[in-house]
Structures are given as C-alpha cells and as structure tokens.
C-alpha cells in the first residue's frame, strides 16, 4: 500500500480541510480499493477536529496521532 504524504503545518482550517478534501476526492479511486492511505502533517488544532470528522462523513477511515509539534492524520480505507 502506497502512503501519501502531504505537509500543511502552518495552514489553518478551512484551508487544511479544502487541501485533505481535494487531495483525497483526487485520489477516491485509490482509497476506496485499499491501494493507498493519505497522511496530512498539520500543526493546526482545529484540523484534527474537522479533517477527520468529514472523512468519517464520506465513509473513509480517519487517524489522529499527535507528535512532537503537530499532528498526523491518516486518512484510508475501512475494512
């Protein structure tokens, strides 16, 4: 399985959530037949809220681990 990596510490919401929600209807083939998971590095509080939450929505799994200075949000397939 492919990761992709995308580095939008220093953005704020809504620009983190309209960055995760292009990159992730741009590879919505991929996701949904497990071949890739998406991994957003963000350093904005509120995107570990609104990032997942509306992934959940579109039936996506969403992750949040947070490490030393920002967060990690994977984003891939369920089941």
């Known amino acids: ?3 992709i990596e995308y580095d939008i ?3 704020v919401c809504p ?10 209807n741009r590879r919505k083939g991929e ?6 998971r998406l991994v957003f590095l963000t ?5 570990t809220i609104t990032i997942p ?4 929505s579109m039936g996506y799994l969403a992750r949040v681990v ?3 200075g920002h967060y990690v949000v ?5 089941g």
């Open 43 to 47: 350093d904005n509080r509120d995107s």
């Open 9 to 11: 510490r220093g953005q």
């Open 53 to 56: 939450e509306t992934v959940r």
């Open 31 to 36: 996701l949904r037949r497990g071949e890739c």
């Open 74 to 78: 994977t984003v891939g397939r369920i």
């Open 66 to 68: 947070k490490e030393a």
């Open 15 to 24: 620009s983190t959530l309209l960055t995760a929600l292009r990159e992730i």
């Open 1 to 3: 399985m492919e990761t």
